[in-house]
């Protein structure tokens, strides 16, 4: 069993009415381990988002993200992000550069609004490490509630498989529950929603 908290913070601007950046800030740490396998750790990132919007629902961008997992891996993805009247979907494609663990990363984040207020959330993240290295993937489901126009609590259950390569495989159950605010009149389903935490 693993605890860790985390917490981030985005911002973004428009210049005009289709070129945008969002920039962020995160951290994770964990809080409690039974498994020698996985020591306690704390894990910081920086992501920095450019991207074009073709219309009130579709935006597309590029992404640039640091982390200092494995002494420090940059992520440079491609990302598309729908936001229809009932369904939110947000794609994401890119390479991990790392001197530990280089990586491709792929993942989807669907919401499928089945009242004003409630949603129900899907998640499903690969990530294929290089060298024989194997591969972390994960599966989850969930729930949201929007408290209010700018608060929103959420939980989800999921399910990772963690293969290190060699026969070595490790499985787990993944309870997630948060809060997101947004301040400033913000809209929270505009924003992107990467994060390289688990």
């Keep these: 069993t693993i605890g ?30 039974s498994d020698p396998l996985f020591p306690l750790s704390s894990i910081n990132a920086y992501a920095v988002h450019a991207y074009y919007k073709f219309s009130d629902s579709l935006r597309a961008g590029a992404l640039v ?12 993805a491609l990302e598309a992000l729908y936001n229809g009247d009932r369904l939110r979907a947000e794609l994401r494609a890119g390479y991990y550069s790392s001197a530990v663990e280089p990586a491709i990363l792929t993942e989807a984040h669907v919401v499928y609004s089945v009242a004003s207020n409630i949603g129900i959330r899907a998640t499903a993240r690969n990530i294929n490490y290089f060298d024989g290295n194997g591969f972390y993937r994960v599966l989850s489901l969930g729930a949201q509630l929007d408290i209010s126009d700018s608060v929103r609590i959420f939980a989800n259950y999921g399910w990772t498989r963690n293969d290190f390569g060699g026969g070595l495989v490790y499985d787990a159950n993944l309870l997630t ?21 688990y």
């Design 4 to 33: 860790s908290v985390a917490g981030s913070v985005d911002a973004a601007v428009s210049f005009g009415s289709s070129l945008g950046v969002q920039i962020g800030i995160a951290r994770r740490s964990d809080v409690s381990s």
């Design 65 to 76: 993200s640091f982390d200092t997992y494995n002494s420090g891996d940059t992520l440079y």
């Design 177 to 197: 529950a948060g809060l997101s605010v947004a301040f400033g009149g913000g809209d929270l389903d505009r924003m992107f929603t990467y994060t390289p935490f």
